[in-house]
Nanobody
Framework: VQLQASGEGLVQPGGSLRLSCETS????????IGWFRQAPGKEREFVAA????????YSADSMKGRFTISRDNAKNTVYLQMNSLKPEDTAVYYC?????????????????WGQGTQVTVSS
């Protein structure tokens, strides 16, 4: 089971960035996916998650209306579209998978993790 997060970049406040999480070694159709992030000196925190069907999507309160998670099972890829970025969104972003239909918001509820991709929001 492998997850590869990509899309790292440096963007100005108010800008946008799309992250991708490419999966391999398992059938994405049976896994809920979550995005998390970790800033220096802080704990890893929940960003967004999506159910197996893709119908249910969830995001943390501070990201509602700005971040959108989606999935394309045919491409074995999950996306995180981030708009109206703020300096406090600067962090390493991770995608994670859990062999459940429903999404979750806790780090310990995910079994597999990607290596992380850096997002920096700065003028």
């Amino acid at each position: 089971v492998q997850l590869q997060a990509s899309g790292e970049g440096l963007v100005q406040p108010g800008g946008s960035l799309r992250l991708s999480c490419e999966t391999s070694g398992f059938t994405l159709d049976y896994y809920a996916i979550g995005w998390f992030r970790q800033a220096p000196g802080k704990e890893r925190e929940f960003v967004a998650a999506i159910t197996v069907s893709g119908v249910g999507t969830y995001s943390a309160d501070s990201m509602k209306g700005r971040f959108t998670i989606s999935r394309d099972n045919a491409k074995n890829t999950v996306y995180l579209q981030m708009n109206s970025l703020k300096p406090e969104d600067t962090a390493v972003y991770y995608c994670a998978a859990r062999a459940r239909m429903l999404a979750a918001e806790r780090v310990d509820e995910y079994e597999y993790w990607g290596q992380g991709t850096q997002v920096t929001v700065s003028s």
